[in-house]
């Protein structure tokens, strides 16, 4: 039964590097000007916004990349999660926003009847989220995030443990899980979240996974990703289009005043 609505761990890692060494922000400051637990639902809304009919493919099934710079309106860059290991993608992404890496995290819908606010739930997903392991996180050669048993799970958890108050979310038809369309109350996201910012323009590779044990092998995914963090489009050439425009307008208005 919970299997069917805590939608399965997501581990995902992403993209800095370069020149310039990506580093963590501590979700106690607010990345991209909003709290952290704002930033998860956010992040939970994104996943589910992706009518797999409609818009050809969805963010955490993406097997090549070509998801994870759509529908991107927040303060801060979602990153897509998978659900096997051994997934590749290559995108790019405009420079400037702190980017949200769930590196593993579990994201209940209450729909059916079923409520994902009952303890029963939370205490589920507490007690699996305490038992993580592996969990890590690469960008261009440089570890981040190395915690291989519980143990040391336990040892980073105020540093990137983030949960959103329970909400009700938005859920297109067809998405990656299977969740029936409809808006669904105390449905939320908890789990392990780093929040990345000093991504310099040009290329970058990451590497990044985790999981969980279980019955009978437990739940781990990994990925490997190439980015290309592209320059924040400018308005200037509009503006001297605008300009030049204007120059045209004010040169005509003098021959007619001849």
């Keep these: ?26 979700p106690g400051a607010n990345p991209g000007g909003q709290s952290a637990s704002i930033s998860v639902m956010q992040w939970m809304e994104w996943t589910f916004a992706f009518d797999n009919a409609v818009d050809g493919g969805n963010p955490i099934s993406d097997g090549t990349g070509a998801f994870q710079n759509l529908k991107q309106t927040y303060p801060v860059f979602m990153m897509g999660g998978a659900t096997e290991t051994g997934v590749m993608r290559s995108f790019s992404m405009a420079a400037g926003k702190p980017l949200a890496i769930p590196l593993f995290t579990v994201s209940c819908v209450s729909s059916d009847g079923f409520d994902c606010s009952d303890s029963s739930v939370t205490d589920f997903v507490d007690d699996w989220l305490d038992s993580a ?64 910012e000093g991504l310099p323009i040009g290329e970058h590779n990451l590497s990044f996974g985790g999981g969980a044990p279980g019955d009978p092998e437990g739940f781990y995914v990994g990925v490997e990703a190439n980015v290309v963090v592209t320059p924040v489009p400018t308005a200037l050439p509009l503006l001297l289009g605008g300009l030049a425009a204007l120059g045209l307008v004010a040169r005509s208005r003098r021959r007619t005043r001849i």
């Design 133 to 196: 392991d592996q969990l890590h996180l690469e960008i261009d050669g440089t570890v981040l995030v190395d915690a291989n048993t519980a143990g040391e799970v336990d040892a980073i958890e105020d540093q990137l443990r983030v949960a959103s108050d329970f909400f009700h979310i938005d859920v297109a038809a067809n998405n990656w899980a299977g969740e029936p369309k409809g808006t669904w109350p105390n449905s939320y996201t908890d789990g392990y979240f780093a929040f990345v």
């Design 1 to 26: 039964m919970f299997k069917k609505h805590l939608i399965s761990a997501l581990v995902l890692g992403f993209l800095t590097g370069g020149a310039n060494a990506a580093s963590l922000i501590l």
